[in-house]
Nanobody
Framework: QVQLVESGGSLVQPGGSLRLSCAAS????????AGWYRQAPGKQRELVAT???????NYADSMKGRFTISRDNAKKMVYLQMNSLKPEDTAVYYC??????????WGQGTQVSVSS
């Protein structure tokens, strides 16, 4: 059974930083593409960043230069370092993994709130 557990969400002031973590289990982590998505109230879930098994990364335009995705295959972890946070970054952030066969799995999400 695949499980993804996110952590690290919090309330932070504008301009601050947070690091989200996602722990994966029940999956051969070295073979998956991992990613972060987010969903703000009243909006659709959107891509934040992905990282392939070969460490190729992809970012949504609004996150480039501020967010960094990384992974630790030995620990089955994926991380999202978020800097220069803005109020519009407020959302529930979800961890995602996608297998080579196209199966997708989601975590329960972690709340990030950016406010003074």
């Amino acid at each position: 059974q695949v499980q993804l557990v996110e952590s690290g969400g919090s309330l932070v002031q504008p301009g601050g930083s947070l690091r989200l973590s996602c722990a994966a289990s029940g999956i051969i982590f070295t073979l998956v593409t991992a990613g972060w998505y987010r969903q703000a109230p009243g909006k659709q879930r959107e891509l934040v960043a992905t990282i392939t098994a070969g460490d190729n990364t992809n970012y949504a335009d609004s996150m480039k230069g501020r967010f960094t995705i990384s992974r630790d295959n030995a620990k089955k972890m994926v991380y999202l370092q978020m800097n220069s946070l803005k109020p519009e970054d407020t959302a529930v952030y979800y961890c995602n993994v996608r297998t080579r066969l196209g199966s997708e799995f989601w975590g329960q999400g972690t709340q990030v709130s950016v406010s003074s």
